[in-house]
T-cell receptor, first 115, second 116 residues
Framework: GAGVSQSPRYKVAKRGQDVALRCDPI?????LFWYQQALGQGPEFLTY????????KSGLPSDRFFAERPEGSVSTLKIQRTQQEDSAVYLC?????????????FGSGTRLTVV | AQSVSQHNHHVILSEAASLELGCNYS??????LFWYVQYPGQHLQLLLK????DPLVKGIKGFEAEFIKSKFSFNLRRPSVQWSDTAEYFC??????????????WGLGTSLAVNP
């Protein structure tokens, strides 16, 4: 597609519920990133894939967070047993290579609200 | 610790005024520096970047930024703002192109409102 597509745009989850957030990167983009942006904050890094390999998952806040990109294209961020502190916008970004020169293309994000 | 500090959280200007948004970073070693912009209701977009070479970089829409290594700064400037520049501006840094250095460290953002 022309841009990075994220779904759903909005998700309301009851505390304790599991959620899955989807990211469709630009076709052919090798690198894919997930960020978490709380209200009034800058994005915080969660994890990074190069093709299907998860090269950095140092930002995942707990073992309740899990990300995968099994075929090197679509990625899913899964949050188990959601907590209120998980409420945030989850951003996905992709880039065409393994180098940052052209920056990343961001999706519009998924706004997760845990009630 | 790696961090990015943006000095102004909220800026209000009139059209045609000059803009300078401050950004300082704390990061060991070689850095890549970025400014991203988020217009109301839109996704983050790359405004400009610095990798190496000329420390004065120019981006889209007449924005420019200057990398001053000795001050660990990468301030964003625009000589004359327009109402359409109303947006959230984020400064970000990463450590280059190796696998574990690609994650971006972000500032808190600066909300710019330009009055017509």
């Amino acid at each position: 597609g022309a841009g990075v597509s994220q779904s759903p745009r909005y998700k309301v989850a009851k505390r304790g519920q599991d959620v899955a957030l989807r990211c469709d990167p630009i076709s052919g983009h090798v690198s894919l990133f997930w960020y978490q942006q709380a209200l009034g904050q800058g994005p915080e890094f969660l994890t990074y894939f190069q093709n299907e390999a998860q090269l950095d998952k140092s930002g995942l806040p707990s073992d309740r967070f899990f990300a995968e990109r099994p075929e090197g294209s679509v990625s899913t961020l899964k949050i188990q047993r959601t907590q209120q502190e998980d409420s945030a916008v989850y951003l996905c970004a992709s880039s065409s290579g393994t180098w940052d020169y052209y920056g990343y293309t961001f999706g519009s994000g998924t706004r997760l609200t845990v009630v | 610790a790696q961090s990015v500090s943006q000095h102004n959280h909220h800026v209000i200007l009139s059209e045609a005024a000059s803009l300078e948004l401050g950004c300082n970073y704390s990061y060991g070693g070689t850095v890549n520096l970025f400014w991203y912009v988020q217009y109301p209701g839109q996704h983050l977009q790359l405004l400009l970047k610095y990798f190496s070479g000329d420390p004065l970089v120019k981006g889209i829409k007449g924005f420019e930024a200057e990398f001053i290594k000795s001050k660990f700064s990468f301030n964003l400037r625009r000589p004359s703002v327009q109402w359409s520049d109303t947006a959230e501006y984020f400064c970000a840094v990463n450590g280059g192109n190796a696998g574990n250095n690609r994650k971006l460290i972000w500032g808190l953002g600066t909300s710019l409102a330009v009055n017509p």
